[in-house]
C-alpha cells in the first residue's frame, strides 16, 4: 500500500481545499491524508476549513518577502517540514519555480477553472466568456515552471450558457472541479497514474 501525505497550497476561499478534507473524511481519498496547508495570505477562509478539520496550517506571506527566490525557498523548506507525498494547489495564485518544483519533482498538482491548454493564468471562466466559447471546464494538471503548461492529468467539461455571467459559469467549473481534484489525489496517493511525456496513462 501506498500512502501519501498532502500538502494543500491555499490563496483563497478553499473550497477545493474542503472538497478533499470532505473525501478524506468520507474514505473517498484512497490512501491520502491532508496533513498541512499553507496560505500566502492570512487570514483567508481556507485557514478556517483546515482548522476546523484540525489540519495543521502555516502562513508565509509573499509580500514579506524580498523576491520570488526567497519566498519559493521558504515555501518548500514549509512544505518539506511537514513531510509532503504530494503537493496539491487549489486555488494558489502564485506561480512557482525551480527553486521550490525541483524539491517535489512530478509530486505537485493544480486544479486550473479551464480546459488547458485554453484560458491559462487568472479568471479562467472570464477569458472563456470573452472569447465566446460553448464549452469550457477544468483541468487538473502537473505543475512545470510555466503557466499552467504542465501535462495534463484529467479534465471535466461543462456546457457555457448564452446568459452565463463570469459568476454562474465559475460556479458550474467549480461543481466539476470538487469532483476531480480529489478523484487525482486518490488515484496518484495509489500509485494508479503514470506520467510518459505530456501524456497521463492509467496504470492497467
Ligand atoms: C478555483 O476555481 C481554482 O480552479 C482557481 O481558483 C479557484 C479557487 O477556489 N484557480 C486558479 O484560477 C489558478 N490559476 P477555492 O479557493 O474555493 O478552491
Redesign the pocket.
Same mark, same amino acid.
Given at each position: 500500500m501506498t500512502a501519501s501525505r498532502v500538502v494543500v497550497l491555499?490563496? *483563497? *476561499? *478553499?473550497?477545493? #481545499?474542503?472538497s478533499l478534507l470532505d473525501a478524506e473524511r468520507a474514505g473517498t481519498l484512497g490512501d491520502a491524508a491532508v496533513v498541512g496547508v499553507v496560505s500566502n495570505r492570512p487570514g483567508v &477562509? =481556507?485557514l478556517e476549513r483546515a482548522a476546523a478539520a484540525g489540519v495543521p496550517t502555516r502562513v508565509l506571506d509573499h509580500r514579506a518577502f524580498a523576491d520570488r527566490a526567497a519566498f519559493d525557498a521558504a515555501l518548500r523548506a514549509e512544505v518539506e517540514a511537514l513531510g509532503a507525498d504530494l503537493v496539491v #494547489? =487549489? *486555488?494558489?495564485?502564485r506561480v512557482l519555480t525551480e527553486g521550490f518544483l525541483a524539491g517535489f519533482v512530478d509530486r505537485v498538482i493544480? @486544479?486550473?477553472?479551464s480546459l488547458l491548454p485554453a484560458f491559462?493564468?487568472? &479568471?479562467?471562466p472570464a477569458q472563456a466568456l470573452q472569447y465566446g466559447v460553448k464549452i469550457s471546464g477544468?483541468t487538473v494538471h502537473f505543475v512545470d515552471a510555466g503557466l499552467?503548461t504542465g501535462a495534463v492529468i484529467a479534465q471535466a467539461a461543462v456546457p457555457v450558457r448564452d446568459d452565463d455571467t463570469e459568476e454562474t459559469l =465559475?460556479a458550474r @467549473? #467549480?461543481v466539476e472541479?470538487h469532483r476531480l481534484l480529489p478523484a487525482a489525489v486518490a488515484d496518484l496517493a495509489g500509485a494508479r497514474l503514470r506520467r510518459e511525456g505530456r501524456r497521463v496513462h492509467r496504470v492497467p
Open positions: 491555499v490563496s *483563497g *476561499g *478553499g473550497t477545493n #481545499l474542503q &477562509r =481556507a #494547489l =487549489a *486555488g494558489f495564485m493544480n @486544479i486550473h477553472p491559462p493564468g487568472v &479568471r479562467g477544468c499552467d =465559475a @467549473i #467549480l472541479e
